[in-house]
């Protein structure tokens, strides 16, 4: 695998979004969705078997584990993982709070194509060193 490529994980409790944004990164040049989890808990599931993203688009109000509370327990675990939150929600006080919490960004689910491109990339470059331990081969 080449280490270029920004691995991605979508995490939404909506399927057809979820589908509809894997598809969109999919096509992004040097970017590959690695899985799709429909909430935290399913996603830190995967990221416990190893599985772990450069980056993880997730939504904020989902079932079982939302976007705030996943957020809390990645920065603990997986500090080197960046998370852009994708919500409806443009309220400036809940994307400060989301930031102070550890997100990385922050889209609207109305974000055109290049936004959300644009997005993955800014906060890659802002990525912590991954733990040699956890390095695809």
Known sequence: MNSDIIRVAVVDDHLLFRKGLRALVSGFT???????????????????????????LMDLQMPVLDGLQTIRLLRVQYPYVRVIIISMHDEPELIDNLRAEGAHGYLLKNANPEEVRKSIEVVIRQKIARPASLLKK
């Open 30 to 56: 040097g970017m590959e969705v690695l899985f799709e989890a429909g909430d935290g808990q399913e996603l830190l599931e995967r990221l416990d078997f190893g599985v772990v993203p450069d980056v993880i």
